[in-house]
Structures are given as C-alpha cells and as structure tokens.
C-alpha cells in the first residue's frame, strides 16, 4: 500500500520572527503546486500565529512542537493543545527525544500528551527512539515497542487513524550521524508489525512513520524510498529553504 509521504520541518529553538516569516515564504514559494504529500512545520511557540497567517491558503501545515496534557490551569509556561488548535496548529509533535533527555519526558507523560492532543482534535507525531548506548546493546527494537505501548495504552485504537509515528534513533538526531536505510526499514518494519497487534492490519497499513535523524538533501531520497518509509521529521536542514525544499522533492 502507498501511503501519502508527510514532511515536516522541526525548527527546534531556532529564529527570529523576521528569519521564520522569510522561511515561510521562501519554502511556500518553493513549492510546485503538485506535490503529492502533507507538508508541515513547527516553529516556535511565539510565532504560531503568524506562522498561521503566513501558512494560510499555501499547501504547508501548521505544527507545534509539544502540548501540556491539560486543557487549562495554573501552569505557568505550559501550551494546551486547545490553544495549539485554537492559534491553528493541525499537528503537534510529542516525544521528541530531546523533551525526553532535557525535561525528563517519560512514557507516561507522553502518553498524557498524546491523549491531551487527541482531544483537541491535533494530529500527534509520537516520537520514538533509541540512544546510542542501548543499540549497542541490542535494545533498540524492544525499547522502541516499549515506547509505543506505553504511549498508546488507554488509547481506544479507532482514535489512532491518523497517528503518525516518527523513528528518530537518538545516536542521530543534530550528530550528522545516520541510520542507513536498511537500519531506519528494519525498525519502521518493527512499527509497522506492532501497530498490527495494537490497531488492527487495516489502520497499521495507513499509519505514516517517518524518519528522523540528521535527513538531510543527500540521504532523504534513499531513505524514503523504503517500503515503511513514509517521510521524514528534518531538524536543522528545515531551517534552510533550500534544502528543506529538496527533501521534499527528493520524497515525491
């Protein structure tokens, strides 16, 4: 089954408003007008609204880059996902190892997350993946499993249609490092065969995983040429219109 690619441009803590307006534009402009995929990126949380603005009517989707759990309350510092639907967001990335590694995400509170983002009706990108140091050791398959049950668990599966889940090896995320495209296929297999056992053969098929982990121009067209490979998450080469544009050619 062919599953429509989905690109998105993760900008971290990255830009000013000025550099995010011109990132916009320059990439909307870069566009064909025919590409036969879901596009997105997440800018920081203060440039969501213009980003909305500037996005609007263009073929790009709005993304946020985490979610409190709860829809309000006295946390200071904390973006609800009604917020995030409310400023215009369609997706919000959850997980992402670095919320793991600098601000003690568990599985718990990212399955709260996910939870939270359901409801607000935004398209949640799970993240997922191993440090180097644990595939060293031969866990990356069981601690990757590990990472989708427990984020999933009271997650009725036909809420999970749209769900996209991104494979992002720890080892390779800002390193230059890359899993080779045999690597990144085997584990998006190991996805795919999980989310078989947890949503059904039918939802499993439809549900994108896409990879993450320095993409870059020169890697992006091998990698996404794999069976399971319906995409990628980009970090730092989405900050570039360039060659954020040629990752998305390169997935056409």
């Given at each position: 089954?062919?599953?429509?690619?989905?690109?998105?441009?993760?900008?971290?803590?990255?830009?000013?408003?000025?550099?995010?307006?011109?990132?916009?534009?320059?990439?909307?402009?870069?566009?064909?007008?025919?590409?036969?995929?879901?596009?997105?990126?997440?800018?920081?949380?203060?440039?969501?609204?213009?980003?909305?603005?500037?996005?609007?009517?263009?073929?790009?989707?709005?993304?946020?880059?985490?979610?409190?759990?709860?829809?309000?309350?006295?946390?200071?510092?904390?973006?609800?996902?009604?917020?995030?639907?409310?400023?215009?967001?369609?997706?919000?990335?959850?997980?992402?190892?670095?919320?793991?590694?600098?601000?003690?995400?568990?599985?718990?509170?990212?399955?709260?997350?996910?939870?939270?983002?359901?409801?607000?009706?935004?398209?949640?990108?799970?993240?997922?993946?191993?440090?180097?140091?644990?595939?060293?050791?031969?866990?990356?398959?069981?601690?990757?499993?590990?990472?989708?049950?427990?984020?999933?668990?009271?997650?009725?599966?036909?809420?999970?249609?749209?769900?996209?889940?991104?494979?992002?090896?720890?080892?390779?995320?800002?390193?230059?490092?890359?899993?080779?495209?045999?690597?990144?296929?085997?584990?998006?297999?190991?996805?795919?065969?999980?989310?078989?056992?947890?949503?059904?053969?039918?939802?499993?098929?439809?549900?994108?995983?896409?990879?993450?982990?320095?993409?870059?121009?020169?890697?992006?067209?091998?990698?996404?040429s794999q069976p399971d490979i319906d995409g990628a998450l980009v970090g730092g080469a989405s900050l570039k219109a360039e060659?954020?544009?040629?990752?998305?050619?390169?997935?056409?």
């Amino acid at each position: 089954m062919k599953r429509r690619p989905f690109i998105a441009g993760n900008w971290k803590m990255h830009l000013t408003a000025s550099e995010a307006e011109g990132l916009v534009r320059a990439v909307v402009k870069g566009l064909h007008g025919n590409e036969e995929m879901d596009i997105a990126v997440a800018p920081p949380f203060p440039y969501l609204l213009p980003a909305a603005k500037w996005l609007a009517g263009t073929p790009v989707a709005l993304a946020a880059q985490n979610l409190h759990w709860e829809p309000q309350g006295a946390y200071t510092g904390e973006v609800s996902g009604v917020m995030l639907r409310d400023a215009g967001c369609c997706y919000v990335i959850v997980g992402h190892s670095e919320r793991r590694q600098f601000f003690h995400e568990t599985n718990e509170t990212v399955c709260r997350r996910l939870k939270a983002a359901l409801a607000a009706k935004l398209i949640p990108i799970l993240c997922v993946g191993e440090t180097l140091e644990e595939r060293r050791r031969g866990m990356t398959r069981q601690l990757v499993e590990t990472q989708i049950l427990e984020a999933l668990k009271g997650i009725p599966s036909g809420d999970l249609t749209n769900l996209v889940v991104a494979y992002e090896p720890v080892w390779a995320i800002g390193t230059g490092e890359t899993a080779t495209p045999g690597q990144a296929q085997e584990i998006h297999d190991a996805i795919r065969g999980l989310m078989k056992k947890v949503v059904g053969e039918e939802t499993a098929r439809q549900i994108r995983i896409q990879y993450g982990g320095s993409v870059k121009p020169d890697n992006a067209r091998e990698l996404m040429s794999q069976p399971d490979i319906d995409g990628a998450l980009v970090g730092g080469a989405s900050l570039k219109a360039e060659s954020f544009l040629a990752i998305i050619r390169a997935g056409l």
